[in-house]
């Protein structure tokens, strides 16, 4: 990309970027026309690199089922690993199985567990999160990469900043999660006060799927089923 960059003036550069307005604009149309029929929905995020018989995998297909006899639907990044054991959650227990797919060159395909009128293809990130952050009624965020780290920390700012109403962020596997909710106690909060106390109310670490139901029940007990701006 940089190369391509280089090969090309500025006024190309420009005039590129205005026509990408329209483009940019047909995902957001699209995303929200087919989102915003598909009622309540979790999302769940984790590492494309999962394999279906890892511990991580399988307990993951078990939260999503646990999620969908709740009333919610699933939605995952529509890739492999974690997003389709998601969605072969979901699936497997007759519910709503939404996908958001990304164009990447590795690591991303389709998983074969979503519903067929329910796989949105994104080229731009940040129009695929605002679908995420919009739609969903809770994150559950499984062990994962960069990419996993970058939705939590994205819906995290965004609740503290209340650029979104709250909702619940719930992360699954405290022997993966730990070390990084001590340094966030720790170095952000103790001893660099870079956080509010409270902003660590904003995550809560689990590891079973009824600790995660049980969290979700709670919430939507005192706060409506909604968009979430």
Not at 57 to 82: D, F, M, Q, R, S
Not at 172 to 199: A, C, E
Request: glycine share 10%; with cysteine; proline share 3%.
């Amino acid at each position: 990309m940089r190369t391509e960059t280089r090969n090309k003036s500025w006024n190309e550069i420009k005039t590129n970027d205005s026509w990408a307005i329209f483009k940019i604009m047909g995902e957001f149309v699209n995303g929200y026309e087919k989102l915003s029929q598909i009622g309540p929905c979790v999302s769940i995020f984790g590492s494309a690199r999962t394999k279906p018989d890892h511990k991580f995998y399988k307990l993951t297909e078990e939260v999503a089922k646990k999620i969908v006899e709740h009333g919610y639907g699933i939605i995952t990044g529509g890739g492999p690993g974690v997003m389709e054991a998601g969605n072969k959650g979901a699936h497997l227990a007759g519910g709503t199985s939404v996908g958001l797919n990304i164009h990447l060159p590795f690591e991303q395909h389709d998983n074969p567990y979503i519903d067929n009128d329910k796989n949105i293809n994104f080229d731009y990130f940040f129009v695929r999160k605002v679908m995420f952050v919009k739609y969903s009624q809770g994150f559950v965020v499984m062990p994962g990469g960069f990419g996993t780290l970058d939705e939590l920390f994205e819906a995290i700012t965004l609740i503290q900043t209340n650029k979104i109403d709250k909702f619940p962020i719930i992360l699954v596997g405290r022997d993966f999660w730990g070390g990084l909710i001590d340094w966030v106690r720790t170095t952000l909060l103790d001893n660099f006060q870079n956080i509010s106390s409270g902003d660590i109310d904003i995550i809560q670490v689990v590891d079973t799927a009824d600790e995660v139901i049980e969290i979700l029940d709670k919430f939507y007990e005192e706060y409506n089923l909604s968009p979430n701006f």
